[in-house]
């Protein structure tokens, strides 16, 4: 069993930054050190799309071309924390960003993750 929450949403002008957090428990340290995590994302009227799959334990990710170069995901084992850094921030980021756990494949398809956080919304202007 793992547990997500997401903070740090809100509102940027386009070209601005934010930092996403993700804090996550597990029933064991065994548990949360194979675990993949993610990032996914949902605008409205659109299907949930992955930004960054990552595996803690190896530290590689995968990003979706759309957001490499500006999103940077890391961790804070002390803290149980998992962070997105978001630079560059354009108004088709708008979306409701989902943190994800998952104890199969670590890629970028919701189906392979089975774990959800409640959401955080970001909003970009133009």
């Known amino acids: 069993q793992v547990q997500l929450v997401e903070s740090g949403g809100g509102s940027v002008q386009a070209g601005g930054s934010l930092r996403l957090s993700c804090a996550y428990s597990?029933?064991?340290?065994?548990?949360?050190?194979?675990?993949?995590m993610g990032w996914f994302r949902q605008a409205p009227g659109k299907e949930r799309e992955g930004v960054v799959a990552?595996?803690?334990?190896?530290?590689?990710?995968v990003y979706a071309n759309s957001v490499k170069g500006r999103f940077t995901i890391s961790q804070d084992n002390a803290k149980n924390t998992l962070y997105l850094q978001m630079n560059s921030l354009k108004p088709e980021d708008t979306a409701v960003y989902y943190c994800?756990?998952?104890?199969?494949?670590?890629?970028?398809?919701?189906?392979?993750?089975?774990?959800w956080g409640q959401g955080t919304q970001v909003n970009v202007s133009s």
């Open positions: 597990a029933a064991s340290e065994y548990t949360r050190s194979r675990y993949c």
């Open positions: 994800a756990a998952g104890s199969s494949f670590c890629v970028l398809d919701r189906s392979q993750y089975n774990y």
């Open positions: 990552f595996y803690p334990r190896g530290g590689t990710s």
